[in-house]
């Protein structure tokens, strides 16, 4: 069974920057594709960004709301996926979840939830203005 663990939220003014990391144990982490989604109180789970399986470093994909402020990346050496977020506002104030593919070279399915089959703890992060 994998396991997730998110880290770096925390409470940042708005215009600064995070960087969230999600370390993988229990898989072979450079066969799975990796997303990451936030959940503010109120409102539904919403894609943030998504990086493909691809042993050479993976394509990428955006939320609207996020794009040319967030950057998805991802170490397979460390078993470790990112997510650096710049500009930051504040309705980016949200929990953020990391999540892996329920199997291996699922392709380009990473903007919806239901092709993840594992889920990290969640971790927070407040944009204050």
């Known amino acids: 069974q994998v396991q997730l663990v998110e880290s770096g939220g925390g409470l940042v003014q708005a215009g600064d920057s995070l960087r969230l990391s999600c370390a993988a144990s229990?898989?072979?982490?450079?066969?799975?594709?990796m997303g990451w989604f936030r959940q503010a109180p109120g409102k539904e789970r919403e894609f943030v960004a998504g990086?493909?399986?691809?042993?050479?470093?993976?394509?990428?994909y955006y939320g609207d709301s996020v794009k040319g402020r967030f950057t998805i990346s991802r170490d397979n050496a460390k078993n470790t996926a990112y997510l650096q977020m710049n500009s930051l506002k504040p309705e980016d104030t949200a929990v953020y979840y990391c999540?892996?593919?329920?199997?291996?070279?699922?392709?380009?399915?990473?903007?919806?939830?239901?092709?993840?089959?594992?889920w990290g703890q969640g971790t927070q992060v407040t944009v204050s203005s």
């Open positions: 990086v493909t399986w691809n042993y050479a470093g993976g394509t990428t």
């Open positions: 999540a892996i593919h329920r199997a291996q070279h699922m392709g380009g399915a990473v903007t919806s939830a239901e092709y993840f089959g594992s």
């Open positions: 229990g898989r072979t982490f450079s066969q799975y594709g």
